[in-house]
């Protein structure tokens, strides 16, 4: 009775460890993203930067930050130190077919003037896409990928195309950070499953320690 008691305290602890491992694991990276949010508004508020600027909520030109007179503004805040600039740590959100007012937008390189997204040291990305999730949010709605009029993202009037950005935990120094995809994953976590088939391999060890033991009584 006495090593029965101890090998199932041994195997509730193995298991309970396991599970915790797994919880940790599998939760802890997510809780790091989705820092960054946009909306459209007439004025950004403190801690919020002016992405760009757009003629209407719907079947919109775009204009540039400073340069435009368009009152509907995308602003984006909730990470540290968010800055429009195109160079260090940042991602071009879109290209505008004009300088100032009157643009349509572009995900690649035809348009010369770029409108870009940075956080300080953190991971930036941003892309087209169908639906922004994991962790990216969404600044606009764009009626294509290329010559294309804007809208924004409040599910009235909006376009199909997404435009998304990411903003999350700094690089490792000496390494690359992978950034989440915006589909999402359905990638398994291997540490965490790695952790419970170790839990496994102990316990099914432990049992057979025991029953070698009253084999040989």
Partial sequence: ???????????????????????VL????????GGLACSV?????????????MSSTSNAHAGTPG??????????????????????????????????DNAHVASGGTYSTEICLSAGTAVVDCMFASSCTGG???LATASATNNAHVA????????????????GDP??????????????SSEPNYMALAGVVAAALVALSAGAWYARRRWNR
């Fill in 26 to 33: 599998s939760t802890g990276p997510a809780s790091s993203a």
């Fill in 152 to 167: 924004d993202c409040n599910g009235v009037d909006d376009y199909a195309t997404k435009v998304c950005c990411y903003a």
């Fill in 136 to 138: 990216y949010a969404c």
């Fill in 171 to 184: 690089l490792p120094v000496g390494g690359i950070a992978e950034l989440p995809e915006v589909s999402g």
């Fill in 41 to 53: 508004k007439a004025s950004c508020g403190v801690g919020e930067v002016a992405v760009f600027r």
């Fill in 1 to 23: 009775m006495r090593w029965g008691a101890v090998f199932a305290a041994l195997l509730v602890a193995v298991v309970a460890s396991a599970l915790c491992t797994y919880w």
């Fill in 67 to 100: 340069g435009s007179g368009y009152g509907n503004v995308v602003c984006c805040g909730g990470v540290t130190l968010p800055g429009t600039s195109c160079s260090g740590t940042h991602d071009t959100v879109l290209r505008l077919s004009a300088i100032d």
